[in-house]
């Protein structure tokens, strides 16, 4: 599924809400008044693989852009070999829905939200003030259930369900579309996204 094609489901999905609140014969007012689209291309995202491969960052944010009644943000992301989760490893996002998609390799991932000895997260953790808001690290989840995932995969992950990486044979790599109706992460535009490629020695031009 192209990355443009499902920012836009998102977005039709929180429209839909307004469009039924509508008194009968009105028409609805864009949630989004007057908003440009905005487009990551296959090299853009080559390039923030490549920054991934020379610095073992996990989680890159490409975009977070203001869509009106939300913000919708799209990472890049890598995590390498994996026998066994690392302890206190589930993460829930309490406020920030996330979409995996898997562009190569294959994981095995935990999912639930009944979490087992949840911790919060600080708030002057990266992924906190920069990724994906608010939340927390556990130690397990209760009555979870593990999703095998690879290539062509989609896997969505809504605010407050705790996911744990488990198993990764070799290494996985996901493009994710995260949804922030709170606004709580910061806004980066395609300059924020040249200017952070450039200081890791990578361009698109």
Do not use: W
């Amino acid at each position: 599924m192209r990355i443009a094609t499902l920012v836009a489901l998102l977005a039709l999905a929180f429209g839909a809400g307004a469009l039924f609140a509508q008194a009968p014969g009105s028409q609805p007012e864009p949630s989004c008044h007057m908003c440009s689209a905005d487009f990551v291309s296959k090299e853009e995202l080559a390039a923030y693989r490549r920054v991934a491969e020379a610095t073992n960052v996990t989680d890159q944010q490409v975009r977070s852009l203001d869509i009106g009644k939300a913000n919708v943000q799209v990472a890049y992301l890598r995590r390498g070999l994996l026998d066994e989760p690392r302890p206190q490893s589930v993460a829930e996002h309490s406020l920030v829905t996330e979409v995996y998609v898997v562009v190569d390799g294959a994981a095995s991932i935990l999912t639930g939200p009944d979490l087992v000895d949840a911790e919060p997260r600080p708030p002057d953790y990266r992924a906190v003030r920069f990724l994906n808001g608010p939340g927390h690290n556990a130690a397990d989840v209760r009555n979870g259930v593990v999703h095998e995932v690879e290539k062509g995969d989609v896997l969505v992950i809504p605010a407050g369900t705790g996911h744990q990486f488990v198993k990764i044979e070799d290494e996985v790599h996901y493009v994710m579309v995260r949804v922030d109706p709170d606004k709580v992460v910061p806004l980066m535009d395609a300059g924020d996204s040249e200017a952070y490629l450039a200081e890791h020695g990578e361009s698109v031009r």
